[in-house]
C-alpha cells in the first residue's frame, strides 16, 4: 500500500520558519506528482507546492511564491516544504498528496493518495 507520512508542523511567530517533510513508501511509479495541500476551517484545500516527476518542475500557488521551497530526497523518497516568512494566514493543516501522473495538481479531486495532515499555526 501506498503510504505517505507527514510531519514537521509546529507553532511559530510571523516572520519564522518551518520545515515540513513527507515521506512516501510503498509506490514505484515512475510518473507522478507529489507535493502539498493546506486547509482552513470552511475552505477547499489549496494547492501549495508540488514536484513533477514527468518535467522535473516544480510549481508554487501564488501566495507562497519567493516564501516557501520544495525539494525531493530521492534516496529517502521524501519531499520537502521549506517555509519561510511565515504569516499567519498560512496557518492551516498541511497535507501530502500524491497524484500518479500528471495534470490535476493543484485540483485535490484529482490526487490518488493522502497523508495525515500536519498543523501550522503562525502567530502574529
Known amino acids: 500500500d501506498v503510504q505517505l507520512q507527514a510531519s514537521g508542523g509546529g507553532s511559530v511567530q510571523a516572520g519564522g520558519s518551518l520545515r515540513l517533510s513527507c515521506t512516501a513508501s510503498?509506490?514505484?511509479?515512475?510518473?507522478?506528482?507529489i507535493g502539498w495541500f493546506r486547509q482552513t476551517p470552511g475552505k477547499e484545500r489549496e494547492g501549495v507546492s508540488w514536484?513533477?516527476?514527468?518535467?522535473?518542475?516544480?510549481n508554487y500557488a501564488d501566495s507562497v511564491k519567493g516564501r516557501f521551497t520544495i525539494s525531493k530526497d530521492n534516496a529517502e523518497n521524501t519531499v520537502y516544504l521549506q517555509m519561510d516568512s511565515l504569516k499567519p494566514e498560512d496557518t492551516a493543516i498541511y497535507l501530502c498528496?500524491?497524484?500518479?501522473?500528471?495534470?490535476?495538481?493543484?485540483?485535490?479531486?484529482?490526487?490518488?493518495?493522502w497523508g495525515k495532515g500536519t498543523q501550522v499555526t503562525v502567530s502574529s
Open positions: 514536484f513533477s516527476s514527468v518535467d522535473q518542475k516544480t
Open positions: 510503498g509506490f514505484t511509479f515512475h510518473d507522478y506528482t
Open positions: 498528496a500524491l497524484e500518479i501522473g500528471r495534470g490535476y495538481f493543484p485540483l485535490a479531486r484529482g490526487m490518488n493518495y
